[in-house]
């Protein structure tokens, strides 16, 4: 307890260094394209596009009651968020090797920074998300006012990935070839372009249920898609995954952190 | 007496060196299960770089590093600067460590001029308001104000280094960590660093200094440590440490044509 207060102190006494880290990569990310800024509320609706192209059509996937678009859209974006950002935490140490090799900066900053930068790029995909929620006629509710409590536990389980992802990158660059094939084995079990229902074997929704993942695309979508409030299993669901993730992540991180200048 | 600023007291710094050929996550899993492997690996490849150091320096002090390459200069100054932790032995800094980073190793080369200057300056842990009233001072020190706005990947490497040197010494700091930078930028500019590094030094602020011009070390420093193998062969006034340093090395030298 009094390690996670020395965090918050140290943190906030960076959050100069955290913001401008988070301005250095919004402005590197969009640097030399014409569309800038535009790019990250189109990029989502274009794979949407395709997707719902392929899966409708030539696989005939369907969501019973809601749009088919809508519910790969929402799955897709929290999907996105964690596939980029805890990408660019993995790589986020080995990346800032000269600084780091030079200057006392706290390392954690480095994971969380990302984290916080992709964050922002997400609220940005949440407009055309909102735009297409609108045009499907799914409508809004209430209950949207809950989504913040999905969307930081979706962050501090991605930020604990990051940790761990961060740390093993330093000492096996193994990892990185590792979680390529990891990633895109996870989009598919999770259920971002199926709705697990279809899968007629229970034993099989139990297991998609454990998915860490799913446990705020799922609470996004009984808001978002079906107008309810999510259960008490579902807050907690979150909370668990996220706070489980956090734990094992940072704690390796810290842990191994002292030795990364010596295996860059 | 002055007070101490830096202190080490048997400062020793290993190296795994054996680690970094071949070393995957299949040797990792495989030396989990091996624990005697494991122990003969790392025996095998650690290197000392810094074996026992002890001395300190005091506030105000100009502490010229000497010695061949691989005698644990740098490891010495990352070690003060934090960014390595001793293997055994301790080493206390009293006071803001500032190292100038050689040719703004802390540079984003797509951001501008204006934007690595705030970059920089939080990375050194500088609050914003500090940097913001100091931002003029810092401009106009390096002479690039026609730059101010040109991404930094353009810049000569004279001029990166003269944006790192401004940012690193208009914010005064307590010790600044100098390794082999005021040979670069012209020679307005180096009669200006030397200046301001003078004006510095007047001022208070520590300062370790490596360098490989015995003249440079002569110029600035009041003490200078002659480091060899990760030990301290000499620790005494600049002059007499310069002159037995460049004695041996020359010596060295006609000993290998010999």
Redesign the interface.
């Known amino acids: 307890m009094s390690y996670l207060l020395r965090l918050l102190d140290s943190l906030r006494r960076s959050r100069f260094l955290l913001k401008q880290l988070v301005a250095r990569d919004f402005k590197v990310k969009y640097k030399r394209s014409v569309l800038g800024v535009a790019w990250s509320l189109l990029y989502p609706l274009l794979t949407t596009a395709v997707l719902a192209l392929v899966f409708s059509n030539v696989f005939r996937f369907s969501t019973p009651g809601v749009s088919y678009v809508a519910y790969l859209l929402t799955g897709l974006v929290c999907f996105n968020y964690f596939s980029e950002a805890s990408n660019l935490c993995m790589s986020s140490i080995a990346a800032n090797y000269s600084l780091i090799g030079k200057v006392y900066v706290p390392k954690y900053i480095f994971p969380i920074s990302k984290c916080l930068f992709v964050g922002v790029n997400f609220l940005l995909t949440l407009i055309p998300l909102y735009l297409v929620l609108l045009i499907t006629g799914t409508g809004l509710c209430w209950q949207h006012l809950l989504l913040p409590y999905a969307f930081a536990c979706l962050f501090l389980f991605t930020l604990g990935v990051g940790f761990f992802l961060a740390a093993a990158a330093v000492f096996f660059r193994d990892v990185y070839y590792i979680y390529g094939i990891v990633l895109t084995l996870w989009l598919y079990l999770t259920p971002v372009m199926y709705d697990p229902a279809v899968i007629g074997q229970p034993l099989l929704q139990n297991l998609i249920a454990l998915n860490p993942l799913y446990a705020p695309i799922r609470f996004v979508r009984t808001v978002m898609l079906y107008h309810e409030t999510p259960g008490i299993g579902q807050f907690a669901a979150c909370a668990v995954h996220g706070a489980l993730a956090l734990a094992v992540g940072s704690l390796l991180f810290k842990r191994t952190q002292d030795k990364f200048v010596c295996y860059l | 007496m002055n007070d101490v600023m830096i202190r080490a007291e048997g400062l020793c710094m290993n ?2 060196t054996g ?1 970094e050929k071949g ?3 299949k040797q ?1 899993f495989v030396d989990c299960f091996d624990r005697k492997k494991r122990a003969a690996r790392r025996s095998r490849s650690e290197f000392h770089a810094l074996r026992g150091l002890s001395f300190s320096v005091a506030r105000g002090e100009v502490l010229g590093l000497v010695g061949p390459n691989g005698a644990g200069k740098s490891t010495l100054l ?1 070690l003060v ?5 001793p293997s055994a032995g301790r080493i206390e800094i009293f006071g803001r ?1 500032c ?1 100038m ?2 040719l703004g ?2 540079f ?1 080369p ?2 501008t001029a204006r ?1 690595n200057i ?2 920089n300056a ?7 308001p500090f940097i913001s009233r100091k931002f003029d001072e810092i401009v106009a020190f390096s002479g690039l104000e026609a730059f101010l706005d040109a991404p930094v990947r353009n810049f000569s490497s004279g001029m990166t280094a003269r944006l790192a040197f401004s940012i690193a010494t208009v914010v005064e700091p307590e010790i600044l960590i100098v390794d082999e930078i005021l040979s670069v930028g012209d020679l307005a500019f180096q009669e200006k660093s030397e200046r301001k590094m003078r004006s510095l030094i007047g001022g208070g602020t520590t300062v370790l200094f490596v360098s490989h011009s015995i003249d440079a070390i002569r110029s600035f420093c009041s003490r200078a440590l002659w480091l060899e193998r990760g030990e301290i062969r000499e620790d005494g006034e600049a002059d007499s440490v310069c002159d037995h340093y460049r004695r041996s090395a020359v010596c060295g030298k006609d000993d290998e044509s010999a």
Do not use: R
């Open positions: 190296y795994k680690v070393y995957s996550l990792g990352k600067a934090g960014v390595l932790k460590v190292p980073i050689e190793a802390g984003d797509e951001l934007e705030f970059l939080a990375v050194m842990g500088y609050s914003e």
